[in-house]
């Protein structure tokens, strides 16, 4: 059996259904979930709800029991994650959980040096915990999805003409998360990956410079770069009424791109899916094209 946790976000629903494409039926897949109300297109499918919270350690030990493969999505509440992904570490264990798929970060600077290390630091922690708990593991290291791109350029670029990042010239590997997900999907089908770590990014990495540049081409319109220091860039936006905490993280990820940090490619998620990776262009063209018409 193969329980998902983070059933009702978007990895998570992605892994599930890409689980199903390969054949495993869904008796055998059961979704960890706090609101029964929100996975109503997850019992349609035939997958059987558990009820379990990373802040609740009883309540994931009892949806953990008899679960062989288990895909723990790592939570957003970065804040206390730290003390929730022990929970699911610590009732896998007590449950009896024989292999756990953990999806991880991908940074170059894993120390409390990197603009990102609020990110990461709960994520080292919890390859610590795994690597120390005696169950078979997988970590997925994963790269900034490339969905969240057209968040880091504002909803008004084509009409602004411009990128505003304090992102310099530094480089960032993305891909699709559904391509993340398809591979997890294809790990938990496997029982070839127990004590690996897999760097889930591409083969290519760009700077914004570049996606200005892929836009102008796609649109036909002049979309400028523009890399100002952090300070200005978190004035520029308190100033348009963004909130901090959204700020914060942007100017975050940002910066550790302009120091080089997130410029990691590799051919491991590649591998897996055993094709080639949706390319940058390809996805802008996707996003941007139809806003032309």
Do not use: C
């Not at 109300?37 to 919270?53: S, W």
């Not at 790592?74 to 804040?79: P, T």
């Not at 024989?98 to 990110?119: N, R």
């Not at 084509?158 to 480089?171: C, F, M, Q, R, T």
């Amino acid at each position: 059996m193969i329980l998902v946790t983070g059933a009702t976000g978007n990895f998570g629903k992605s892994t599930i259904d890409f689980l199903i494409k390969k054949g495993i039926s869904s008796t055998n897949i059961v979704a960890l979930v706090r609101d029964e109300a929100k996975a109503a297109d997850l019992t349609n499918k035939g997958v059987a709800l558990r009820i379990g919270d990373y802040d609740n350690y009883s309540s994931l030990v009892n949806a953990f029991t008899g679960v062989e493969k288990l895909l723990f999505v790592s939570g957003s509440d970065i804040v206390n994650r730290n003390a929730q992904h022990q929970n699911v570490v610590s009732a896998a264990k007590e449950a009896g959980v024989k292999h756990l798929v953990y999806t991880s970060f991908l940074g170059k600077d894993e120390t409390p040096a990197s603009p990102l290390w609020m990110v990461a630091e709960s994520h080292l922690n919890t390859e610590k915990w795994l690597k120390e708990s005696g169950m078979n593991y997988t970590i997925l290291k994963n790269t900034l999805y490339m969905d969240f791109i057209p968040v880091f350029l504002g909803e008004n670029v084509l009409e602004n003409g411009l990128i505003y990042l304090p992102a310099g010239n530094g480089k960032v590997g993305t891909v699709l998360r559904v391509e993340m997900a398809e591979a997890t999907a294809n790990i938990l089908t496997s029982d070839q990956h127990s004590g690996k770590t897999y760097r889930f990014t591409s083969h290519e990495a760009f700077s914004y410079q570049e996606v200005a540049q892929h836009l102008t081409e796609i649109t036909g319109r002049t979309i400028n770069y523009i890399s100002p220091t952090a300070d200005e860039f978190a004035k520029t936006l308190t100033e348009h009424g963004v909130p901090a905490e959204f700020i914060g993280l942007f100017s975050s990820f940002a910066v550790a791109q302009a120091n080089g940090e997130l410029e990691m490619v590799g051919s491991d998620l590649e591998q897996l899916l055993g094709r080639k990776t949706t390319s940058l262009h390809t996805f802008l063209k996707q996003v941007y094209s139809l806003s032309t018409k």
